[in-house]
């Protein structure tokens, strides 16, 4: 197993110009989640999603967009990129219990470091 | 809403020797669980050891253990003989019980291990 694979691992973006950063796993996992971390901080939750064709809003949302059409991939799309977006940006994924209810560990992918000019 | 302090920015501790790192977390929930990940940096979230808040017994996982107090909503991390691959950014990390699996995270504490 791979587990959780991003790309690009480095990208600059000019404020205004789009990006896809895309976020593969291979573990089967339901749910898969998109974060942010700033300097000196820790992560925020920017997307989530517990299965194919159903995401939701999490704690950073504004200016990304995601989708989820199979369970392996969950790509966060970046639209008019801002300097506020410089970033490392985590995909995590994570597998519910077989009863439904809490999910176990979250694994994560190795980030992306994207800086806005 | 729930959230996480951890109010060491950075701690020092020399190889071989044991270290404490503390958070405190704010809830008012009674099913949740807690987590300590590491950050080397190569920047991956590496999990360390988790909680659940029903269990009283202090999880342990080889050289880290954690001191897990409820009701004053505190989760240490404590490092036993610490090695130079321990040096890292530590997060500690609260999420409900629920279905819907959002950890929130602290802002970290940078361990730098002496040789």
């Known amino acids: 197993n791979a587990g959780v694979t991003q790309t690009p691992k480095f990208r600059i973006l000019k404020i205004g110009q789009s990006m896809t950063l895309q976020c593969t796993q291979d573990m089967n996992h339901n749910y898969m989640y998109w974060y942010r971390q700033d300097p000196g901080m820790g992560l925020k939750l920017i997307y989530y999603?517990?299965?194919?064709?159903?995401?939701d809003k999490g704690e950073v949302p504004n200016g990304y967009n995601v989708s989820r059409s199979t369970t392996e991939d969950f790509p966060l799309r970046l639209e008019l990129a801002a300097p506020s977006q410089t970033s490392v940006y985590f995909c995590?994924?994570?597998?519910?219990?077989?009863?439904?209810?809490?999910?176990?560990?979250?694994?994560f992918g190795p980030g992306t470091r994207l800086t806005v000019l | 809403a729930q959230t996480v302090t951890q109010s060491q920015p950075e701690m020092s501790v020399q190889e071989a020797e044991t270290v404490t790192l503390s958070c405190t977390y704010d809830t008012s929930e009674s099913d949740y669980y807690l987590f300590w990940y590491k950050q080397p940096p190569s920047r991956q979230m590496i999990l360390v050891i988790r909680?659940?808040?029903?269990?009283?017994q202090n999880a342990t996982e080889n050289r880290f253990s954690v001191n897990f107090q409820k009701a004053a909503k505190s989760f240490s991390l404590k490092i036993s003989d610490s090695q130079l691959g321990d040096a890292a950014m530590y997060f500690c990390a609260y999420r409900n019980g629920g279905a819907t699996n959002k950890l929130i995270f602290g802002t970290g504490t940078l361990l730098a291990v002496q040789p």
């Open positions: 909680q659940e808040a029903y269990k009283q």
């Open positions: 995590a994924s994570s597998y519910p219990y077989p009863d439904g209810k809490s999910t176990d560990t979250q694994y």
């Open positions: 999603s517990v299965g194919a064709g159903i995401t």
